[in-house]
């Protein structure tokens, strides 16, 4: 049962657009995550938030900004697309400490297409 | 740093055969390992997890052993049905965030 919610489930936009992607979880934890999967199936971490903290920020490119409102909601921000932008993005939520025990929770991912 | 390191890209299969998928990793100390599984149109889920206690873990048919000497890490079932194809990933728990492999899709045939 999914309790890790990613809105657009897919988005086609031209390069230089703005996007954003919405993540919401109901299970109560306080830890957020986005990773980048490439059309290889490469799953890269990008960022976390620790209870509206930010905790973990991987070098990626400063186009790319996290959101944070409360301990339930991870957006995504992409100020001006790239074509290497074209990728799905998959928010997870665990508990503090969850890199630990392992026991990460997935959204379905949101598939960005940069024409 | 941390890495974990899939050779196998992709596996291909028929109903009822073995499955063994290699994994080595790089880091510091005694991690605790993870194997993922992504199903089609779905996010990545724990498949089981193995400590430097154990050195194995198991679930749904599918073991997982961990070798400290050559720092490996691999994933095996003895007879695979057509819904195990699917996406598995050898993971790394760091200390803030998973370190994904690079993963190793799994076809299986009827």
């Known amino acids: 049962e999914t309790a890790v919610f990613q809105t657009p489930n897919y988005h086609v936009t031209q390069v230089g657009n703005e996007v954003s992607f919405n993540c919401k979880q109901t299970l109560g934890h306080d830890t957020m995550y986005w990773y980048k999967q490439d059309s290889k199936k490469l799953l890269k971490i990008m960022f976390s938030y620790n209870n509206k903290q930010l905790i973990v920020n991987e070098t990626v490119p400063r186009r790319f900004s996290p959101q944070s409102s409360d301990k339930a909601h991870l957006n995504l921000r992409i100020k001006s697309v790239e074509p290497e932008d074209s990728a799905v993005y998959l928010c997870?939520?665990?508990?503090?400490?969850?890199?630990?025990?392992?026991?990460?929770?997935f959204g379905e991912g949101s598939k960005l297409t940069v024409l | 740093g941390n890495s974990v390191t899939q050779m196998q890209g992709q596996v291909t299969l028929s109903e009822e055969e073995f499955l063994f998928i290699n994994c080595t990793y790089s880091?510091?100390?005694?991690?605790?390992l993870f194997w993922y599984v992504q199903y089609p149109g779905e996010g990545p889920q724990l498949l089981l997890k193995?400590?430097?206690?154990?050195n194995k873990g198991s679930s749904r048919g599918f073991e997982a052993t961990y070798d400290k000497g050559t720092t490996s890490f691999h994933l095996q079932k003895a007879s695979v049905q057509e819904s195990d194809s699917a996406v598995y990933y050898c993971?790394?728990?760091?200390?803030?965030?998973?370190?994904f492999g690079t993963g190793t899709t799994v076809s299986v045939s009827p």
């Open positions: 193995v400590t430097t206690a154990n």
């Open positions: 993971v790394l728990g760091a200390s803030r965030a998973l370190i």
């Open positions: 880091t510091t100390g005694y991690p605790t």
């Open positions: 997870a939520s665990s508990y503090w400490g969850g890199a630990g025990t392992g026991q990460l929770y």
